[in-house]
């Protein structure tokens, strides 16, 4: 019998002390954690210090894998030089990489004290090449001079070599607005943390590697064009592992 009080009251001292360390406040700058962290703005990792028991400051950096996508786009030829139609190609398959590295400086606002809900405002910076075009064809070297391919209002030109290379960028500055729960310093040693929000990029911008670009009108029917016209927001949802230093 008395073996099982002892139990029952070490469990109980073992519970209070829990309780009591997960009440336990924050302080300013007192305590570092560092986060692991998966999600659709890539993988990335951040430290994080609390700014007493409402704020928490993150920054880190974040790599998107290099996801790749294949689509045809249309080819513009100028018709003002004399080609024949029929050794020139209408369309053209290219690539579209994703990959690219950012910067991330956010705060976490926690309307309640006790609680691990939180609103999350701040900003990313850096990978402002949002989507890598490339694509090739030997029928187009002929024309090199007097023909692009189309993505949006604008075309892309072809270079002697038959390549097309650009792609999609966006601002260098994006805005970010998020709501999530847990906390980047667990009250523990260890915490999970979740997150979704927006970053705010704007409309993606058409660039080329090989001189200057042409804008033109079409109707051009291709992933990138649907990117420019439909993402102006990039959608993040993030889930963190965070760990607790000190």
């Known amino acids: 019998m008395k073996k ?26 007192n305590s570092l954690g560092v986060g692991v962290n998966v999600g659709s703005s890539g993988v990335g990792v ?23 996508i294949n689509t045809d ?10 080609y024949i139609n029929t050794d020139a190609p209408s369309s053209l398959d290219v690539t579209g990489e994703m ?23 701040g900003a990313y910076f850096g990978g402002e090449k949002l989507v890598k075009i490339s694509g090739h064809s030997d029928e187009l070297v002929p024309f090199s001079s007097c023909s692009g391919i189309i993505v949006g209002d604008y075309e892309l030109p072809v270079d002697k070599n038959g390549n097309v290379s650009g792609g999609l960028k966006v601002s260098a500055f994006r805005p970010y607005l998020g709501l999530g729960f847990g906390r980047p310093v667990p009250r523990k040693r260890l915490g999970v ?27 051009a029917e291709d992933t990138f064009s649907d990117i420019i016209e439909k993402v102006k927001i990039y959608p ?7 760990g607790r230093i000190f």
């Open 46 to 68: 951040n430290l994080a210090t609390p700014i007493g028991n409402y704020f928490a400051l993150r920054a880190g950096v974040v790599m998107m894998p290099n996801f790749k």
């Open 99 to 121: 990959k690219r590295f950012s910067g991330e400086l956010l705060f976490n606002f926690y309307p309640i004290k006790k609680a691990d809900f939180f609103i999350a405002a």
């Open 193 to 219: 943390m979740f997150e979704a929000g927006v970053q705010f990029h704007g409309t993606p911008d058409v660039y080329s590697d090989f001189g200057s670009l042409e804008a033109i009108t079409a109707d």
């Open 236 to 242: 993040v949802i993030k889930l963190t592992l965070s």
């Open 4 to 29: 099982f009080l002892l139990s029952i009251l070490s469990a109980f001292l073992l519970f209070s002390g829990n309780e009591l360390c997960a009440q336990e406040d924050y302080g300013y700058f």
């Open 73 to 82: 786009v249309e080819v513009n030829l100028d018709d003002e030089v004399p």
